[in-house]
């Protein structure tokens, strides 16, 4: 479960899509969920800033917004390294931050991560992020509202978008089934992308891309912004089976046999590294399975090169012990023998 800037996530009921929202249960534990079908590749859109072009490694169909960014070396280094693993919404919904600060992400992703990138795309990389930002600020003309947020939290949009707190609870809690994902302190720059992807029919979702939709840019920015400041207990879910916990926890720390291990990308104890890579510490157990047997079969294509792949490697007992150990890290329960 390495190598995934945007990992975990799956569909929802009656949420704005703040991603990690499950529509069913997995085929394996209740039920199997229809495969959408891919959309067709479409030509370049219009850039949104001047000298923009086309991210073409994507064979999918995005928004305008999703699609297109500042041209010039970079973008192809962005094409041929980045989005190998991480989806364009992703790419887009990046913090803006100093060139000294991408330059210490970009070092980090391949020194600490291993990457797959040449360290002289390296520069090439950290010029297209920071120009990327640059461009965006610049015609965005606003600062996200937290209080609008929590607006749509409570009581949902105009455009039809409902309220959020009925599946995600109004402090980003959701519920202990886990058939809702935890959203509260989790990095407004990924829940922004999960949204966008979810718009662009990236993340099939049948519930979650009308409600996507239903959202404007100034809504994801406020919703987005709201749940990432807020501070929430945990829990106190019932205590797994330690045996169970610590074949989670090996997994986690050391990987499977080829040595792929989800702190690798998510940090110690699954404790996130934001803006783009989630926590996974206290999310749900219910919700880290069914979203890997997601990846694992194909349904979700927001990682296929990432999340997708390592999936692949994992068996059912594997999952299910990933998903316990990740959610009882932030437990007021710890896991305890039978």
């Known amino acids: 479960m390495a190598l995934s800037a945007d990992a975990i996530a799956g569909g929802a009921i009656a949420a704005v899509g703040l991603i990690l929202l499950a529509i069913a249960t997995p ?155 935890r959203l509260a302190g989790q990095s407004a720059y990924y829940l922004a992308g999960q949204l966008r992807d979810f718009a662009s029919g990236v993340r099939a979702s049948a519930i979650m891309t009308p409600i996507a939709k239903a959202l404007s840019r100034e809504d994801i920015a406020d919703v987005t912004a709201y749940f990432a400041g807020v501070s929430a207990p945990f829990l106190p879910l019932k205590a797994p089976n330690a045996s169970l916990v610590q074949r989670g926890e090996e997994l986690a720390k050391a990987g499977g046999p080829d040595r792929v291990h989800c702190d690798n990308c998510h940090g110690p104890g699954g404790s996130g590294e934001p803006p783009v890579i989630p926590y996974l510490a206290g999310q749900y157990a219910h919700y880290i399975a069914f979203t890997l047997q997601m990846w694992q079969e194909g349904f979700r294509k927001n990682s296929p090169d990432a999340m997708g792949a390592i999936a692949k490697q994992l068996d059912d007992q594997d999952i299910l012990a990933v998903a316990a150990y990740y959610q009882q890290v932030n437990s007021p329960l710890k896991a305890a023998a039978k």
């Open 27 to 181: 085929a394996r534990w209740v039920a199997q969920p229809a495969l959408a079908a891919d959309a067709p590749p479409v030509g370049p859109a219009p850039s949104i800033v001047t000298g923009g072009v086309t991210l073409h490694s994507l064979d999918a169909s995005f928004p305008d917004s999703n699609s297109t960014f500042p041209g010039g070396a970079g973008a192809d280094a962005i094409n041929n390294d980045c989005l190998i693993c991480h989806s364009a919404g992703m790419v887009l919904d990046q913090a803006s931050l100093s060139r000294a600060g991408w330059q210490g992400i970009v070092d980090q992703m391949r020194n600490d991560f291993k990457a797959p990138f040449a360290a002289a795309d390296g520069p090439a990389i950290v010029d297209y992020l920071v120009t990327m930002k640059n461009e965006m600020s610049r015609s965005a003309g606003r600062q996200p509202d937290p209080k609008h947020g929590a607006v749509i939290v409570a009581q949902g949009t105009a455009a039809g978008a409902p309220p959020c707190a009925q599946c995600h609870a109004f402090n980003g809690v959701s519920d202990a089934s886990g058939a809702f994902p």
